[in-house]
């Protein structure tokens, strides 16, 4: 039987690291999970069980931590970039790095009115991420954010869809809009401000989620992408992921009470999954 090895290759996975500080009146803390993925011609490992052109991965691991030793790491996507950088300047044979970040948000706890200079406190359940794809050519830049909750208790609407002998769902012209936000957005460049881009990013899509009069998750994912097209230049297009997660009306007419739709369960699954890529024309 004839075989050959179609596409390779490998890296190290979940290497955890926090990164300090130390400013004269403060520190400042990020923590990061770092994902690194090299390209290159490395088959005769698979092949062969010749060796000699493996980076090994405990390797990898030892660089990530090295690179946020000399970076600065104001932000995911630079350091993400002098990563990929340093594999393909220390590694002749690398063709490509691929590195994947994903940060666990904390903010300075508040004490005596003001932020407090080195205790912080979580930032809940999301996750500000980035893909990096240096070449020996080029850089593509992926930023976004994961798991991000949102909810609106009113100005969201959805009727008019198809009814058929399926059907049961009742149009409603006021519900809670209830999902957990994943973006991603394309940089049309690797020379952009990072941070202050994805905090207009991020501010454009939660302003629009809160204000636009909604008719459907589809339309409110519209409106979203589209403002953060239009707020941030540097980007060229923008995925975005919205899971409705259902809150229902509980039923209390069996224990001789109204439910003026002020107490509802929540359901995990199943759940609508809303998704849509916008990007500049």
């Known amino acids: 039987m004839a075989v050959v090895l179609d596409h390779h ?42 060796n000699s052109k493996l980076v090994a991965t405990d390797t990898m691991k030892n660089i990530a931590y090295a690179v946020a030793r000399q970076h600065p790491l104001t932000d995911i996507e630079g350091y993400g970039l002098a990563l990929a950088d ?17 940060e666990r948000g ?11 200079p080195h205790t912080f406190v979580g930032a809940g359940s999301a996750r500000r991420v980035a893909r ?3 070449t020996r050519t080029a850089a593509g ?7 991000l909750p949102l909810l609106k208790t009113t100005d969201s609407a959805f009727s008019g869809f198809i009814r058929d002998r399926f059907t049961t769902l009742k149009d409603t012209d006021d519900r809670i809009f209830a999902t957990t936000l994943s973006a991603d957005w394309f940089y049309a460049s690797d ?23 909604s ?12 403002a953060a097209l239009g707020a941030c230049t540097d980007i060229s297009r923008i995925r975005l992921a919205m899971p409705n997660q259902h809150r229902l009306l509980v039923n209390l007419a069996p224990f001789g009470l109204d439910n003026p739709s002020e107490v509802f369960v929540p359901t995990a699954e199943p759940f609508g999954m809303i998704s849509a890529t916008l990007r500049r024309i």
Not at 110 to 115: E, M, V
């Open 9 to 50: 290759l490998y890296g190290k996975s979940a290497v955890r690291l926090t990164k300090l500080t130390r400013h004269a009146d403060r520190h400042d803390l990020k923590e990061l999970r770092v994902d690194v993925r090299l390209h290159g011609d490395f088959a005769t490992s698979y092949t062969e069980g010749d």
């Open 86 to 102: 340093q594999f393909l300047r220390h590694y002749a044979h690398v063709s490509a790095a691929t590195i994947l970040l994903s």
């Open 106 to 116: 904390w903010e300075r706890l508040t004490s005596g009115g003001a932020p407090h």
């Open 132 to 134: 990096i794809k240096r």
């Open 141 to 147: 830049v992926r930023a976004g954010i994961r798991r």
């Open 191 to 213: 020379e952009v401000n990072w941070g202050e881009c994805f905090d207009l990013v991020r501010r454009t899509l939660l302003n629009v989620f809160a204000v636009h009069h």
């Open 215 to 226: 008719l459907s998750a589809q339309q409110t994912l519209y409106a979203m992408g589209e």
